[in-house]
């Protein structure tokens, strides 16, 4: 399954270096992308016009769309696994709506640099600080409530949050475009963005990776782990805090980008079973490939004019999340 899944992701990759607004030669760009393989060389014979649209927009576009894609799949797995709720996702447990809400406000007082160097940081704090709120909430309504109690407080949490962000995008009123574009999704920030998001993206996948074998313990319940010497409370904080510093990541690059995180986790589930051992892997490559081509779809549909690619990870991601709310309900009753 991992080869497949790897499989896919090159091929979506491929695809959204062949086909944009622009018209290349199919040829012409697998030629270049041959040359820029180590000991190759090869003549594409793009122009200078070509060559830097492929290298400067469509690549960077691409690993930014996979990158992204690839932590908010993997961050909601790891969701799902600290709090045994397979309704867990980023933008469910206010984790997004935080981060998005730090981020407007590091723009909005750093007078709309969007590129100043605490945004991550402060995207990460606004992640945390969403997810944790939305936890209490969803304990101090009451224990015994399940699925529908976590939602309901990760959505009241989640519209609380986004009214402050409101707010403050009123305060900018020079800003909103910049800002409406952000929170409506966007993987075309170049190699800039590509460079500032990948060190969190290798600390938090590493960190939910090596803890794959961890989940499947706590899986079983809490006085099963504890008896295999297991720190239950010491695995769901590592875990909750690097499934925070990917989705934080992920805004702070691209924005609002929803449904990613609950739509691959439930296919791979489907297709490879419950262990987290393969579950958060197969999600990071699954979650980047759909994303690559969430993007293709975005840049191309309307071409020349172009989608926020939220709009379509909406368009397929809101009946799936219907479906999966269905199925949980019946299990729970």
Same mark, same amino acid.
């Given at each position: 399954?991992?080869?497949?899944?790897?499989?896919?992701?090159?091929?979506?990759?491929?695809?959204?270096?062949?086909?944009?607004?622009?018209?290349?030669?199919? =040829?012409?760009?697998?030629?270049?992308?041959?040359?820029?393989? &180590?000991?190759?060389?090869?003549?594409?014979?793009?122009?200078?016009?070509?060559?830097?649209?492929?290298?400067?927009?469509?690549?960077?576009?691409?690993?930014?769309?996979?990158?992204?894609?690839?932590?908010? !799949?993997?961050?909601?797995?790891?969701?799902?696994?600290?709090?045994?709720?397979?309704? !867990?996702?980023?933008?469910?447990?206010?984790? $997004?709506?935080?981060?998005?809400?730090?981020?407007?406000?590091?723009?909005?007082?750093?007078?709309?640099?969007?590129?100043?160097?605490?945004?991550?940081?402060?995207?990460?704090? /606004?992640?945390?600080?969403?997810?944790?709120?939305?936890?209490?909430?969803?304990?101090?309504?009451?224990?015994?409530?399940?699925?529908?109690?976590?939602?309901?407080?990760?959505?009241?949490?989640?519209?609380?949050? #986004?009214?402050?962000?409101?707010?403050?995008?009123?305060?900018?009123?020079?800003?909103?475009?910049?800002?409406?574009?952000?929170?409506?999704?966007?993987?075309?920030?170049?190699?800039?963005?590509? #460079?500032?998001?990948? &060190?969190?993206?290798?600390?938090?996948?590493?960190?939910?990776?090596?803890?794959?074998?961890?989940?499947?313990?706590?899986?079983? /319940?809490?006085?099963?782990?504890? #008896?295999?010497?297991?720190? $239950?409370?010491?695995?769901?904080?590592?875990?909750?805090?690097?499934?925070?510093?990917?989705?934080?990541?992920?805004? !702070?690059?691209? /924005?609002?980008?929803?449904?990613?995180?609950?739509?691959?986790?439930?296919?791979?589930? =489907?297709?490879?079973?419950?262990?987290?051992?393969?579950?958060? &892997?197969?999600?990071?490559?699954?979650?980047?490939?759909?994303?690559?081509?969430?993007?293709?779809?975005?840049?191309?549909?309307?071409? &020349?004019?172009?989608?926020?690619?939220?709009?379509?990870?909406?368009?397929?991601?809101?009946?799936?999340?219907?479906?999966?709310?269905?199925?949980?309900?019946?299990?729970?009753?």
């Amino acid at each position: 399954m991992t080869a497949v899944a790897v499989a896919l992701l090159l091929a979506s990759m491929l695809a959204g270096l062949l086909v944009g607004a622009a018209d290349i030669a199919p =040829r012409s760009v697998l030629i270049q992308l041959l040359d820029w393989l &180590p000991f190759v060389s090869a003549d594409s014979g793009l122009a200078p016009v070509e060559l830097s649209l492929l290298a400067e927009i469509r690549l960077p576009r691409v690993l930014l769309a996979a990158i992204v894609g690839g932590l908010l !799949a993997v961050a909601g797995a790891g969701y799902q696994g600290v709090f045994r709720n397979p309704l !867990a996702d980023p933008y469910l447990l206010g984790a $997004a709506a935080g981060a998005g809400l730090a981020t407007t406000a590091a723009i909005v007082l750093s007078k709309g640099d969007g590129e100043a160097i605490g945004i991550p940081a402060a995207a990460f704090v /606004g992640a945390v600080g969403g997810v944790l709120l939305a936890y209490a909430l969803g304990n101090a309504a009451g224990r015994g409530g399940g699925t529908a109690t976590l939602v309901l407080a990760g959505v009241a949490v989640t519209s609380f949050l #986004t009214a402050v962000q409101t707010f403050l995008q009123q305060l900018r009123v020079e800003e909103l475009q910049r800002i409406y574009a952000w929170i409506l999704g966007n993987v075309g920030g170049g190699w800039g963005q590509v #460079t500032l998001v990948a &060190p969190y993206a290798v600390v938090s996948v590493t960190v939910m990776l090596l803890h794959g074998r961890l989940l499947d313990v706590l899986s079983v /319940g809490d006085d099963e782990a504890v #008896t295999l010497g297991l720190n $239950a409370a010491r695995v769901r904080l590592v875990v909750l805090f690097a499934a925070s510093l990917a989705t934080a990541a992920a805004v !702070a690059v691209s /924005g609002l980008i929803g449904f990613v995180g609950i739509v691959v986790p439930h296919v791979v589930r =489907r297709l490879t079973g419950s262990s987290y051992r393969v579950v958060l &892997p197969i999600s990071l490559v699954g979650g980047a490939a759909f994303l690559v081509l969430a993007d293709l779809i975005a840049r191309t549909v309307l071409a &020349p004019a172009e989608l926020p690619i939220g709009v379509v990870t909406a368009f397929f991601g809101a009946p799936f999340f219907v479906a999966v709310l269905r199925m949980t309900r019946r299990v729970e009753t």
